[in-house]
Every structure is written in C-alpha cells, then in structure tokens.
C-alpha cells in the first residue's frame, strides 16, 4: 500500500477535508489531541520540509495562514498552535491545534 496520506491527498481513502488548493490538503486528524485539530500537507509525497519546492513550501505555508486565521476567528482558542510534525509518519506535515490556555 502506497503512503496513508498519499492516498488521502488522492481522495482514495475517506477523510474530513477542511481545505484544498491545487499544492496543499488540509484534513481533520483522526485522533485529535483538541477539537479542530487539522494536519496539513502538500499533495505531493515530502518526506522532509528542505524537500519541498519554493512554490511549494509557499503554498503549504500560504494554506496553513489560512487556516489558522479562519480556526482563530471561528474557534476563538487562546492561541492557534502550528508545528511541523510527521517525525513517525512517512510524509512532511504541519499541525494545527487549538491551545485552550496559555500553558498548553
């Protein structure tokens, strides 16, 4: 089997798409660590961040903005947290999260 993402990104396997442009996905996670919890990744299989394109990384970083604006504005979290993430996943992602208090 090709990588889970991947195949998100394709539309192959069932998700929660919250977002899309022609570089990027943007999906609900399937265990959120908050409500809205949202991972973000460009359509293209990245293993790493240095392996994206410009116009790539530019995309996916235009995408999370986005959509860290819109979950700020409809949610009204404390903060809105951005991550890069994917260290035991075989793709580059960000994650968006809601920080409910300062602390976490």
Known sequence: MECLFCAI???????????????????LDIQPIRPGHMLVIPK??????????????ID?????????????????PKKVGVAIAGFDQP???FTLSLCTNTTT
Not at 13 to 19: R, T
Not at 60 to 76: D, E, G, H
């Open 91 to 93: 793709i580059f992602m």
């Open 9 to 27: 990104a394709k539309k192959e396997v069932k998700s929660h798409i919250v977002y899309e442009d022609k570089q990027t996905i943007a999906f």
């Open 60 to 76: 996916v970083m235009k995408a999370v903005r986005l959509l860290s604006k819109q979950v700020n504005n409809t949610l009204r």
């Open 44 to 57: 293209r299989h990245r293993e790493a961040l240095h392996t994206l394109g410009e116009q790539e990384y």
